[in-house]
């Protein structure tokens, strides 16, 4: 089982992927979950919320606070891995020797796996917003970003800090694998992936 946790600028997620090669969880632990029934994910696998939390600015005490009581509620042997994203994820996967993945990448792989024909991502957060614009990436479906594979593009806008005041979306820009990998914002060791 793998735990993903989105640090957002208000708010703590805390997600659950169980690949079908796992024993279920008895229903005394996915009580505990926000969502105790899972969302079906290709191959077979489960997601499940765990929770959202605000942070009340203090995500350095609330994410390792909130990991830890999942951790034990889950069991420790049961989780093979956990990831982070948001504004906070990559600090805090490196304080908590963790995994790092880009937002962009997770919200398109994310919808994708479950939503094959939605072409557009609306994102609101509590410093900024995104609209990720998908492009077909073969006949009858559209495909994720070139930075999360090789088979399309992806259009994102990002507009700067909405407390700015006059901030607007900066236009659409193509991401390809290349700049991706390459970007200074992302940890070294998974600039090949």
Known sequence: MHIGVDVGSISLKFALVALPSE???PEEIRNAFLTPDPEMLPGGAHAYLLSYDRLLGDPNRKVPERLGEWVGRIGAGRIRGVAF???????MAQELEAR????FRCLVRGVTAIHHDVRTIFEMGGENAKVIRLEAATEGGFGASSACSSRSTCRCAEPSDRSTPGARASGGFAISPEDADASPDRPPAFRDR
């Open 23 to 25: 024993s279920p969880l």
């Open 85 to 91: 994203t948001g504004k906070s994820g990559t600090r």
């Open 100 to 103: 790092y993945e880009n937002d």
